[in-house]
């Protein structure tokens, strides 16, 4: 195991799971480092799933964190197999934490020892009372080249709006339809009405993975450009510029959610859909933080 400079064999620590693309990677990474932070111990990420071939990669290397990283096989430390195994995790104080569903669970905020986190953790309430340094942590090292100086300074100047269209393997994977969903464009209709009524001369920026369908569906943002541009750069680049926006149409996407958080604009207007998940057994109500203005949105909706 790769410790951090200094770290005991003996000493506490928390090990948080990296897996799933840059937004899920952020939200893992907040909780590992609120529980640390509580804890007064160092945070280790596990990038073992993103190493494997065909997974995300691992995505946190453009943000300003302090990177040290667990064994490829560091889960294993904390299961439970033979009677001698639970003894010596007993022994140890070896706490494996599963998320057990989508809503915000207290307990993992309490979680003593050598903590391992293996979950999603979607929910600022998880990193509550930590939020200024993961603002810190996750300023980028390096501000993204590919972008214009005069498409930043425009967004800077303007009432610009991120429009967050997720669709690809939401749509096209049966399992994640099921489960997750894309939001429909009744949704971003809705969305576009609000923030005009909100917001004076907004500037739409739509941001998609399938750029061709949110030309051909939402002709009705005007004035708009489409500035994505799948496979030739890399995600946190969007999420940058996205960042520099001043409000935000969110997806029901970890990616999109990270931008709005980490836009700094303090009059912003954040629109996010009522619900996460198409799969109903979901809970997602902790996702959304309540000063974000919610739009109902129907199971059915996302997964058709």
Partial sequence: MDKPKGLSPHASFVITRLQGGLGSQLFQYAAGRRLSLARGVPLLLDRSA???TGARPYALDPFSIAEAFSAPDARADFESRTVLQRMARRAQRRRLVTEPSPRFDPRVLEAGGRVYLDGYWRSARYFAGAEDTIRKDLAWKVAPASWSAELVARVDAQAAVSVHVRRGDRV???RLAGRLGACPVSYYRR??????????????LVFSDDPAWARAQLTFLEPAKFVSD?????DHEDLWLMTRCRHHVIANSAFSWWAAWLSGA???TVVAPDRWFADRACDGRDVVPPEWARLAVDERALSG
């Fill in 230 to 234: 799948p496979g030739h750069r890399p």
């Fill in 172 to 174: 096209s994977d049966p």
């Fill in 50 to 52: 993103a190493l494997d």
């Fill in 191 to 204: 969305a576009w009405r609000l923030i005009r009524e909100r917001v004076p001369e907004p500037w739409f």
């Fill in 266 to 268: 303090t009059d912003k």
